[in-house]
């Protein structure tokens, strides 16, 4: 059985990667619209992967016998200045969850959770490699700056990822 404090921290979490979701969908949204096509599908595929980091979670509590609950989803932003811009929101935003995860690691040590603490360890790992993959991308944009040749050949280089 897991505790209260763990429980309402992973649910809080869940709300965290369906936002994220959301944010992504939001952002290939934007790529669409911008003829950036490549860059549209790898947030696509970025928005699927937040959909199952929700539902490990979801089915860590409901493996636990503890509660789901569904919060409300905020809205997300629906416009950038440039795929830069874009890119280097994507970034911020993993940053931010990769605390999020620290911060659970750390409940789940001071509950004495190691259910929690073990599971959670694949979370640590995946964000390693979250802020990597956002991280390369804005380094690509910042390299081509506001060359459209270059941005297209970025948007279909980032367009190959595999789902
Ligand atoms: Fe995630
Ligand atoms: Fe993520």
New binding site residues.
């Given amino acids: 059985m897991i505790g209260n404090r763990m429980e309402e921290a992973l649910n809080e979490q869940i709300n965290e990667?369906l936002f994220?979701a959301y944010l992504y969908l939001s952002m290939a949204a934007y790529f669409h619209a911008e003829g950036l096509d490549g860059m549209a599908s790898w947030m696509r595929l970025q928005a699927k992967?937040?959909v199952e980091?929700a539902l490990k979670l979801f089915d860590h509590l409901v493996e636990r016998g503890g509660k789901v609950t569904l919060k409300a989803i905020a809205e997300p932003e629906g416009k950038w200045g440039s795929p830069l811009a874009a890119f280097q929101a994507a970034y911020e935003h993993e940053q931010h969850?990769t605390g999020r995860i620290h911060e659970l690691v750390e409940l789940a040590q001071a509950e004495r959770d190691h259910a929690a603490f073990q599971m959670l360890q694949w979370?640590v790992a995946?964000?390693v490699e979250?802020e990597d993959q956002t991280r390369k991308a804005v380094e690509l944009l910042e390299w081509v700056g506001p060359d459209s040749r270059g941005i297209l050949m970025i948007d279909q280089k980032l367009g190959a990822r595999a789902g």
């Fill in positions: 990667e994220s992967e937040e980091h969850i979370f995946e964000q979250e």
